[in-house]
Each structure stands twice: as structure tokens, then as C-alpha cells.
């Protein structure tokens, strides 16, 4: 069977599922948008039957420049529909795409008579819609609407849908469309993601070796409230413990960290995207990893750092909503989830500062962490039920 899979963001365990469909013996082209700054995971063709492909080479997406955004979206979109016109798949996976995006690959694949599959990683309209709550843009609340409207539409467009969380099928009853939904959680690469020694080749190189270090890597984007991390390194030197914030990001955050820092006098490494191989070295330097996410978009976004920290082995911290599904497997790893707000730091800053006093304990936490993920994260039995699903959409016979 031939496989169309396009995860915008080009994360790992998307590249992961598509070398073992084509382990499994389908022709799968795996694309990604290289104008998406994130941390991106292995897109390396090292298996027969898999080819990795790009769109948005020569963008350089505005994310601020709302209206000048959605015109480079909009053409993103454009690009991938030639790509998957030049591909000829009997099936699509479309993953983590922005609206303007997948609207317009929908349109195509729908007039091209090609059936695909909505991976819905996030609810774009109920973040939207927080945002706009919250006067973050002015322009947030129309967005929320046309955006949540786009969303709909492509939702009701798919032959089937795969979310990530139970919390999204209540939105895909109101949109219509429960009846399309499987839920399958996201995971993380058990064997490309490993415990490491906290003294490594890394954390040589950045002179972290033997500085008590806070960390945290990956996408700091509208969902996250990044000062919270400069507040909580600033907690735990008021109580007296000399910490190192090590934020390893690129995007609009990055001056807002910085800023923060100096002028709370907070010790901060801002370092970019790292590659991926020394992922493992990058998280094994945290002595805790730091999740963020805002309360809104909690029931309808899970953090896949969160997931890699869990497979790094490490102690992790969530300034996250409760209700998510990543805080429930910190809580069940061990770690510590505080709502994502000034009054918690408090709190956050104690259990950090209990953590980095008694290095037993943080052992014991890293033990749980690793155990956890690979209870929870298994590739072959999600592999088989994405396999299943894409088999029956596209009509091809079951494996």
C-alpha cells in the first residue's frame, strides 16, 4: 500500500511509525515542513520502502505577523498538495498541520479522490479561543472562529480520525464526527531516546557537568507561559539553591527568557535546537526537566516532551493542568505536577529542591520514568492499530 504521512512538525515518534509500516512492507513518503522551527526527530531514510520529503525550504514563517502568516500557510498548504499529487498514495496521515494547511490539503485530497486520516494532536480553535480570552491579539477571537469553523471542516472531510486523548472526542461529538474517532496516545521512541550518565559528552561541552541544572527543551509557543521557568529557578535561588535554567528552544521565547533573567539575575544557558542523536545526552544533563503548558489548552493538547523525558529516564516537573494526560503519567512516574501559575512555584521550588538534595531519590525517580515509558510505550501495538485503520480507509486488504 502506498502511505502519505505529513507531520508538520517533524517529530520523532511520527518518523518512527513510518519505518515500521514500511518495515511492514508499505511504500510510505514521510514529509515534514522544514520552516517549522521545533526539535525534529530522525528523518533519515535508513529502511526500504520509506523516502522523507520536505515542503517549505525557503520559508521563514512569521509567527507574530498573524496576517502575513496565514498567506504562508496557506501557500504551505499549496506546496503539500503537489507533493502529495506527485506521490499518488491510495491513503493519507496528515499530523500537527496548521488550519490554513490542512484546509487546503483536504480540498485537494478530496477532489483528487484520495481518503486520509486526521491525526489530531490539538484542538487549534479551543487554544485560539484562550488566547483571545486572555487579550493576548485582538485578532485572536475572529481567528478562533474562521480557524475553528476550518477545523471542523477538515475533521468532517477525513475518512477517519485517530486523537490522542479521551478529552477530544467530546469536541468531535459537537463537530459530528465521534463516530470516525479512535483514541491512540502518543509515545516516544523507546530505543532512540535512552537513559544516559549525567556526566556526558554534552554537558561537558556546555560546562554543565557539575552545576545543579534545570532544563528544558523544546517548543515554547503559545501554549506556554515561559517566564514561569526564570520565576522558578528565581524560587529556588531565594531558598537558597544555586540552579542553572538550561533552555534549549528557538522562536519568540527566546528574547522573553532573556530578558527575565536579567532582570531577576537568574543564571540562564539559551541554547538552539540540538540534533537529534544527542538528544539523549541533552536530557540526561537535566537534573530536572521542566514541562509547561497553559490551563486552557490542558484537555486538549498532551506535551510529546513530556513523553521524551519519561523515556530520558529523568526526574520531570509539569507546570501543567492536572486533568492532562501527560500530568497523569508524571504522577503515576513519581514526579510532580503544580498548576501552571505564580501561586505554585512555591511548592514547585520545594519538590525541586528536595530532588536535587537527595540524589537516591532522584535515581529512584529516573527508574520510575524509564519503567513507565516502557510499560506505555511500545511502537508495535500502535503500529498495528494505525496499520489497521489506514488499511480499511484506503479499502486494501487487512494484514
Known sequence: MRIFVHDYSGHPFQAQLSRELARRGHAVVHSTCAAYLSGKGDLGAD????????IGERTVLRKQAYVHRLFQETRLGVE???QVAQARPEVALLANLPIPV???TAAVLK???VPWVLW????TAVALRSFAAADVAGAMGV????????EKWAARQAAAIVVIADSFVQVHRQWGTADKVTVIPNWAPLDEIVPVARANAWSNEQRLTSVKTLLYAGTLGLKHNPVLLVRLAERLRDRGERVRLVVVNEGPAVPVLREAAAARGVELTLLPFQPYRRLPE???TGDVLVVLLEGDAGRFSVPSKTLSYLCAGRPVLGLMPADNLAARLLDEAGSA???PDESSLEAAAAWVRDVLSDPEHAASLGKRSRVLAEREFALEGSASRFEDILTAVAGAPAR
Open 120 to 123: 489530531h494532536q490539538d484542538v
Open 80 to 82: 503539500l498538495a503537489r
Open 102 to 104: 490542512l484546509a487546503v
Open 282 to 284: 541533552v536530557l540526561g
Open 111 to 113: 477532489r483528487r479522490r
Open 47 to 54: 529502511v526500504a520502502g520509506l523516502r522523507f520529503a520536505t
Open 143 to 150: 481567528a478562533a472562529k474562521v480557524f475553528g469553523a476550518g
Open 337 to 339: 505536577v503544580f498548576p
